[in-house]
């Protein structure tokens, strides 16, 4: 029996968390005061992910870049992968948010979408 | 120019401060003063996710969290004046400048202040060391990175250990600098618990505690730091230098909240929060001016800025809606042993419209220990913390028929078990 602590990163409160595992099997999780935390936990030490936030290059918008993210979490191993893929691509303008900028980034299935609605540069 | 209600700062504050008082009021003309050219404030270049987990019960990046609040402005009728600077404010009166209008005056019935903080620069640490150019606040290089779209640097240190250095550690990792450590003063960190793990121990960025810079060298450009262990005074331990090769240094040394518009206009001010001193229904000592988020006290949470500031905009709507000016009992709020401030400071229980939040900080990190409320007596809350850190913000509600009938102080303290 071994046991991981953790700090749960779901909400602000970041509850301390040790999880008890046998190998690869979780046999308990306390210190969490809600149930996002136990998912967290039996997920974090099994297959960390994370959701990705960053910007993507826009033509012909009123500003050059907009902020996006990927719709779900990401394995944590693939975070790279997905800032390059983001890094390669572009859009353009207008850009609404939720639009899907990325169908499916770096493999992961993932979509990436906007987080912030750009207009049409009115010079263009 | 006539408004019902001016609200100055069209950021997370202003935006929840001016949807409530349009909402407790549809007749009230409301407008929103904004210096820059876009509202949201800083939550346009907070891109990361985590917002909203509170208010929406999902998890927003800062964009999103902000067009929740802006789409329901023409809804509302609430107006709005983008590229304005506040200059002065007075009871009754705002004063302005923008390029279409030039000064104006703006008379009102009640005017909120969300003009929230600013970050500690250079000048303000008194870092030794040369003048390169690579010294950046956080906050500047975050502006720099997710809206202008260039990377201030490419091998980093960041000295303190605030949300906003914590944020940048890992944004500047993903656009591929190398971040070699994050100093800070204190022998804790500043910053949520969540960042540490999802900024600094996700990429094995080493948080450095009880270290700061004291020394900055490079003539053109920042080629290195040295720093230094320091004592319990926060003074460097001779012997412990160590130099950093880098080329930028990334400052999050804590936030200001911004209040000459309030110092110019007389507002009491508390020294312990840097914000004007309100009562419950966050009414600065200027009848008619309120305040709230930000510029109150900084926070590490949108969201309760948000609700903060929703019930600040409800208190100013009612100031301007009813003639009623009767004032009850004022009971002070004071701070007892291990509690910096609390928010408010005064509270009139006639004029709760429901239970008092009282929000407040710690003086340092507290281990089992317990949050207590007393009224010039027995305690009142006696609550178990397992931690209770400056970092993190806590609070305790009281309910309002509790406070009708007490005489003397409220006193919120921390004791060790």
């Known amino acids: 029996m071994e046991t991981k602590e953790l700090t749960c990163i779901n909400c602000p409160m970041g509850c301390r968390i040790t999880v008890t595992m046998s190998g690869s099997e979780v046999i308990s999780v306390e210190g969490n005061t809600c149930k996002r935390g136990d998912v967290y936990a039996r997920t974090e030490v099994v297959s960390p992910v994370r959701t990705v936030t960053t910007t993507i290059k826009v033509t012909g918008g009123s500003v050059d870049r907009v902020s996006c993210k990927t719709k779900t979490p990401v394995p944590k191993d693939k975070i790279f992968d997905v800032m390059a893929e983001i890094g390669a691509a572009s859009c353009t303008a207008p850009v609404k948010i939720g639009d899907v900028l990325i169908k499916d980034c770096a493999g992961t299935g993932v979509p990436v979408v906007a987080t912030k609605a750009v207009g049409v540069n009115p010079e263009d | 120019m006539r408004a019902d209600i001016v609200v100055i700062g069209g950021g997370p504050a202003g935006l929840a401060a001016a949807i409530s008082a349009a909402r407790f009021d549809p007749s009230l003309n409301v407008l929103i003063l904004e210096r820059d050219n876009e509202l949201g404030g800083i939550l346009n270049q907070c891109i990361h996710n985590g917002f909203g987990l509170h208010t929406f019960n999902e998890e927003l990046t800062g964009p999103e969290y902000a067009s929740r609040f802006e789409e329901q402005l023409d809804g509302l009728g609430i107006n709005y004046m983008l590229n304005t600077m506040v200059l002065n404010v007075s009871s009754g009166s705002v004063t302005a400048v923008n390029s279409n209008e030039g000064v104006f005056t703006v008379s009102c019935g009640a005017i909120v202040l969300c003009m929230g903080c600013r970050e500690r620069p250079r000048g303000a640490l008194n870092i030794p060391g040369l003048r390169p150019a690579g010294v950046f606040t956080a906050g500047t290089a975050q ?3 997710n809206i202008e779209g260039y990377m201030p640097g490419r091998e980093v240190v960041i000295l303190g250990s605030g949300d906003i250095g914590l944020i940048m550690a890992r944004r500047m990792t993903l656009e591929g600098a190398i971040v070699k450590a ?3 003063l204190m022998p804790y960190s500043g910053g949520l618990k969540r960042n540490i793990v999802q900024c600094l121990d996700d990429f094995d960025i080493p948080l450095i505690l009880s270290h700061t810079v004291i020394d900055i060298k490079g003539k053109e450009r920042v080629t290195s730091v040295v720093i230094a262990k320091v004592d ?3 003074k460097p331990i001779p012997g412990t230098e160590q130099e950093i090769a880098c080329d930028t240094l990334l400052l999050s040394c804590g936030l200001i909240p911004e209040n000459e518009l309030s110092r110019a206009a007389d507002i009491k001010i508390n020294p312990a929060t840097n914000g004007p001193v309100v009562n419950e229904s966050f009414e600065t000592s200027v009848p008619g001016i309120f305040a709230c988020g930000n510029v109150l006290h900084v926070h590490d949470l949108v969201d309760y800025v948000s609700e ?3 019930r600040a905009g409800k208190s100013a709507a009612r100031y301007v809606s009813s003639s009623n000016t009767s004032v009850g009992a004022e009971i002070r709020i004071s701070t007892g042993s291990g509690v910096r401030y609390t928010v408010p400071s005064i509270v009139r ?7 008092l939040i009282i929000r407040f900080r710690s ?3 507290f281990k089992d220990s317990y949050i207590d409320v007393s009224f010039n007596g027995p305690k009142k809350i006696h609550r178990r913390k397992q931690i209770i850190t400056p970092g993190e913000m806590e609070q305790v509600i009281l309910k309002k028929e509790d406070l009708l ?10 004791s060790e078990s």
Do not use: K, Y
């Open chain 2, 182 to 184: 994050v100093c800070e």
């Open chain 2, 232 to 234: 319990s005074n926060s």
């Open chain 2, 405 to 414: 009938n007490i005489s003397g102080d409220i006193c919120v303290a921390i």
């Open chain 2, 363 to 365: 003086t340092g990190v």
């Open chain 2, 143 to 145: 502006r720099l990175v």
């Open chain 2, 349 to 355: 229980p006639d004029e709760l419209d429901s239970d």
């Open chain 2, 308 to 310: 903060e500031s929703s």
